[in-house]
């Protein structure tokens, strides 16, 4: 991969939680890539877990060679979120930084577009847990803009990769700890990923869209052995 990076010089000390805008699956290689330290990288289970194919299977592979990653289940059902947002929260406990894509989805066209509030869940909840995680905003630009988003091997491209400044979010974890209703809450959780989001979308000179991609219903989710089971017998 032809990487160029951005502002990386001044990164400051871990456990950091990254987060990224998300233009194909060539993102989950080259950010890691570039970074001066490990992290593990948030991923759909889908993408971690499936096998059904030669070629599932061989990316199957080369994610588990290339990366160390925390799968996450969104649609199997809040027992299986929580499960996923946890691992990412022990992860930092233990010291450990992490990749994360609130946008949840390829964004497809040339945008960043709103972002969901998974990794300020995983922020304040390591916050609770004693360890305070810098949230670092992570740009990505692709020249040509990617045409094939599945491809997971390196392209005829040229990618930058830009560590934004971290993101103060100290308020608004203090009023999610103080928050009583639910909209509070969601405000607080909003808060810094839309920071974020903006921040990267002004790095990259990206248009903002304000307003989330729209995941596709999944009717079967993957276990960690292959197996593709009905989200409705869970």
Known sequence: ????TH????????????????????????????LPEDCDVVISSRLAYKNSSVDT?????????ALHTIPLEVHGGKEYLKAGLEMARRALLDGRSLLI?????YTGDAQVTKGRTG???????????????????????????PTDLDAYTPQDEQIH?????????????????????HES??????????????????ATDLPYIDRPIELWPRK????????EVPISDR
Request: with cysteine; proline share 8%.
């Open 57 to 65: 299977a061989v990316r199957r592979l080369v994610i588990e060679n």
């Open 185 to 202: 809450r969601r405000r607080a959780l909003r808060a810094p990923i839309d920071m974020a989001m903006r921040a990267i979308a002004e």
């Open 1 to 4: 991969m032809a990487i160029t």
């Open 119 to 145: 990794a300020s869940r995983i922020l304040f909840g390591a916050s609770i847990g004693g360890v305070k995680p810098n949230l670092l905003p992570v740009g990505i630009h692709y020249k040509p803009w």
């Open 161 to 181: 990769v830009t560590l934004c400044d971290p993101i103060d979010y100290r308020a608004a974890h203090q009023n999610y700890a103080i928050s009583t209703d």
């Open 7 to 34: 502002g990386l010089d001044n990164m400051p000390e871990g456990p950091n939680v990254f987060v990224a805008n998300h233009a194909c699956m060539r993102d989950i290689f080259a950010i890691p890539a570039s």
């Open 220 to 227: 079967t989710m993957i276990l960690e052995s292959g197996e």
């Open 101 to 105: 894509f609130p946008e949840g989805a």
